[in-house]
């Protein structure tokens, strides 16, 4: 059974800056709840084909798993996979501009998890689904803030 889970939540920033920020990998662990570290496989910053290897605690259990940047159109769209088991994913950010002047973005998770996985797939989906509605509150709470993020985080162009 296939997981896709897609969430998407307004922040009142501009989209070039909230694209920067969470297309930055390093920023990672500040605005995803179950991410504890990032490191580099390939130099900085995320092009097509760059690899970054992430540490997370997810129902329970920590995962190690490396995504590879598939897709990054500037400020409208990031797609990273990874091709680990037991659970293959491919997660993928869009931005688009609010009437407003703030910015819609999108997160959305796509896998076919294997073995054990397939049995709990419904159960993963819905932890998901809290997960990444926590993780983009998070994220908009961090850019909804007067001061820009801290030096060397992305902040694109305010």
Do not use: C
């Amino acid at each position: 059974m296939a997981v896709d889970v897609e969430t998407s939540i307004e922040i009142a920033a501009p989209r070039r800056r909230v694209a920067a920020f969470a297309s930055d990998p390093e920023n990672a662990p500040r605005w995803y709840v179950n991410i504890s570290s990032v490191s580099w496989e390939t130099p900085p910053p995320a092009v097509v084909g760059s690899r970054i290897a992430f540490v997370a605690h997810f129902l329970g259990r920590r995962i190690a798993y490396t995504y590879e940047v598939r897709e990054l159109v500037d400020a409208e769209r990031f797609v990273m996979s990874t091709a680990e088991s037991p659970f293959p994913m491919e997660t993928t950010y869009t931005w688009a501009d609010t009437a407003d002047g703030g910015t819609r973005m999108t997160l959305r998770n796509e896998g076919e998890p294997s073995g054990f996985g397939q049995l709990a797939a419904p159960m993963m989906a819905r932890a998901m689904r809290r997960a990444n509605l926590k993780d983009l509150q998070a994220l908009k709470r961090l850019l909804e803030v007067e001061d820009p993020p801290a030096p060397g985080a992305s902040s694109g162009d305010a």
